[in-house]
């Protein structure tokens, strides 16, 4: 049985004609750049389609446009396949995908946050404060040796990603990562510096990190679906209070993506898919391990082999979540705090039995829900959460998790309002 991973790329994955394809074949696409272009306040899905790319690059464009595309690309395979992953990770930026797939960051929030965290990179950029090149044919071990050398020179530049075996990221001052990128060169490295980039993933990005956390602080965090690996540690997260802390320290320290992949292989996994739309991860993760096959879901030709890969597993389809089943589980896993036991047999007991008939009826027919059931089945677990005194808070928490976990991110999209939430429904 596969074990799976998803990827999720970051900076430097978009191109003029991102997710094309998938927006024109998919309705979920299209209505994920909708959302997009409402919070932004611009055609983002224009800007990706049809350039110019000397916009697109602009970070504060970039950014939010990677997210989209590694969103929507998971959202189409969560609706067309739905065999749920084990593990999520994401190259640098693409982190923020990660915890966005994951459940932990709304994705309205997430495009905003991006947006805000491109325009500050582009600043930061402008101001000429340092530099970051990728290093290509050297080992690991040359890099590291080299910046601690140049470090007792009093010179600041640093390994800023640990890709693979042989390629890894330096990040620092100008002249200092322009002076490493000549001493690796006598040694084989080839050089390739990012133009108009932020120094990211070392100390000179602690004042924008700084910047970073005051957004990030104000943002209300979800439950995990899924363990995302981070970038700093290369270990599984999936506490949502630890999310901001973790991504203002991510602009300060080196991506640990060989120790990523390493943490896969040991783990089990077997296939990784990318959520982009393109090939950019599946390259280094099979320079880092063997035995893990790598696709992406957004190139046509992979799509269609992760298809017959998974067919194999025709009983994992069970498993998968609807509206349904996720209240029946959500009504057992929240806490009680009414304790007149005459309200809770009325509203609880009763309704909880009321969403449980709906499953036993779809369970009969093998039929997928209705729309009619799942709003029925919501409302009724609205009845049961505001009969246990559990707060509007976490029942917001909970509807943004079971609405996203099932893909139903539109249609039941006034189940996530405020007022919605607030109304209290008696029967």
């Given at each position: 049985?596969?074990?799976?991973?998803?990827?999720?790329p970051?900076?430097?994955?978009?191109?003029?004609?991102?997710?094309?394809?998938?927006?024109?074949?998919?309705?979920?696409?299209?209505?994920?750049?909708?959302?997009?272009?409402?919070?932004?306040?611009y055609?983002l899905?224009?800007?990706?389609?049809?350039?110019?790319?000397?916009?697109?690059?602009?970070?504060?464009?970039?950014?939010?446009?990677?997210?989209?595309?590694?969103?929507?690309?998971?959202?189409?395979?969560?609706?067309?396949?739905?065999?749920?992953?084990q593990?999520?990770?994401?190259?640098?930026?693409?982190?923020?995908?990660?915890?966005t797939?994951?459940?932990?960051?709304?994705?309205?929030?997430a495009?905003?946050?991006l947006?805000?965290?491109?325009?500050?990179?582009?600043?930061?950029?402008?101001?000429?404060?340092?530099?970051?090149?990728?290093?290509d044919?050297?080992?690991?071990?040359?890099v590291?040796?080299?910046?601690?050398?140049?470090?007792?020179?009093?010179?600041?530049?640093?390994?800023?990603?640990?890709?693979?075996?042989?390629?890894?990221?330096?990040?620092?001052?100008?002249?200092?990562?322009?002076?490493?990128?000549?001493?690796?060169a006598?040694?084989?490295?080839?050089?390739?510096?990012?133009?108009?980039s932020?120094?990211?993933?070392?100390?000179?990005?602690?004042?924008?990190?700084?910047?970073?956390?005051?957004?990030?602080?104000g943002?209300?965090?979800?439950?995990?679906?899924?363990?995302?690996?981070?970038?700093?540690?290369?270990?599984?997260?999936?506490?949502?209070?630890?999310?901001?802390?973790?991504?203002?320290?991510?602009?300060?320290?080196?991506?640990?993506?060989?120790?990523?992949?390493?943490?896969?292989k040991?783990?089990?996994?077997?296939?990784?898919?990318?959520?982009?739309p393109?090939?950019?991860?599946?390259?280094?993760?099979?320079?880092?391990?063997?035995?893990?096959?790598?696709?992406?879901?957004?190139?046509?030709?992979d799509r269609?082999?992760?298809?017959?890969?998974?067919?194999?597993?025709?009983?994992?389809?069970?498993?998968?979540p609807t509206?349904?089943?996720?209240?029946l589980?959500?009504?057992?896993?929240?806490?009680?705090?009414?304790?007149?036991?005459?309200?809770?047999?009325?509203?609880?007991?009763?309704?909880?039995?009321?969403?449980?008939?709906?499953?036993?009826?779809?369970?009969?027919?093998?039929e997928?829900?209705?729309?009619?059931?799942?709003?029925?089945?919501?409302?009724?677990?609205?009845?049961?959460?505001?009969t246990?005194?559990?707060?509007?808070?976490?029942?917001?928490r909970?509807?943004?998790?079971?609405?996203?976990?099932?893909?139903?991110?539109?249609?039941?999209?006034?189940?996530?309002?405020?007022?919605?939430?607030?109304?209290?429904?008696?029967?």
């Open positions: 049985m596969e074990k799976m991973a998803f990827l999720f970051g900076q430097g994955s978009h191109f003029v004609g991102m997710s094309k394809g998938l927006y024109d074949q998919y309705t979920i696409v299209k209505q994920t750049f909708e959302e997009a272009n409402d919070v932004l306040g055609d899905a224009k800007l990706c389609f049809e350039g110019s790319l000397a916009e697109l690059s602009k970070a504060k464009n970039a950014q939010p446009a990677i997210l989209v595309s590694s969103v929507a690309s998971f959202r189409v395979y969560m609706q067309e396949i739905g065999i749920v992953p593990f999520l990770a994401g190259h640098s930026l693409g982190e923020y995908a990660a915890f797939c994951a459940g932990a960051i709304r994705f309205s929030d495009v905003k946050l947006h805000e965290r491109g325009k500050m990179t582009d600043e930061v950029a402008s101001s000429d404060v340092g530099a970051m090149s990728i290093i044919g050297v080992e690991r071990k040359l590291v040796d080299e910046c601690k050398a140049m470090e007792q020179e009093g010179r600041q530049v640093w390994v800023s990603c640990y890709n693979t075996p042989n390629q890894t990221a330096i990040s620092g001052e100008s002249d200092a990562v322009m002076e490493l990128e000549d001493r690796l006598n040694h084989g490295g080839l050089a390739t510096p990012l133009l108009a932020a120094p990211f993933h070392c100390s000179f990005m602690q004042p924008m990190a700084d910047q970073l956390l005051d957004k990030l602080s943002l209300e965090y979800g439950f995990f679906k899924y363990p995302v690996i981070t970038n700093r540690n290369a270990e599984p997260m999936a506490h949502s209070e630890k999310v901001a802390q973790n991504l203002a320290l991510h602009l300060t320290s080196p991506v640990q993506w060989e120790r990523t992949m390493q943490y896969f040991h783990k089990g996994v077997t296939l990784t898919v990318e959520m982009g393109k090939n950019v991860l599946t390259n280094m993760v099979k320079a880092n391990v063997d035995g893990i096959e790598a696709l992406c879901y957004g190139t046509k030709e269609k082999k992760i298809e017959q890969i998974l067919a194999a597993y025709p009983g994992l389809r069970k498993h998968i509206i349904i089943t996720r209240s589980a959500v009504a057992v896993a929240t806490l009680n705090q009414n304790w007149d036991n005459e309200e809770y047999q009325e509203k609880v007991v009763k309704s909880y039995r009321k969403i449980q008939e709906i499953q036993d009826r779809l369970e009969e027919t093998g997928k829900p209705a729309l009619e059931q799942m709003r029925t089945a919501l409302d009724l677990l609205k009845i049961i959460l505001d246990k005194k559990v707060s509007v808070e976490e029942q917001t909970w509807f943004h998790q079971i609405i996203d976990e099932t893909g139903m991110y539109y249609e039941l999209n006034d189940y996530l309002a405020p007022s919605r939430l607030a109304e209290k429904i008696s029967r």
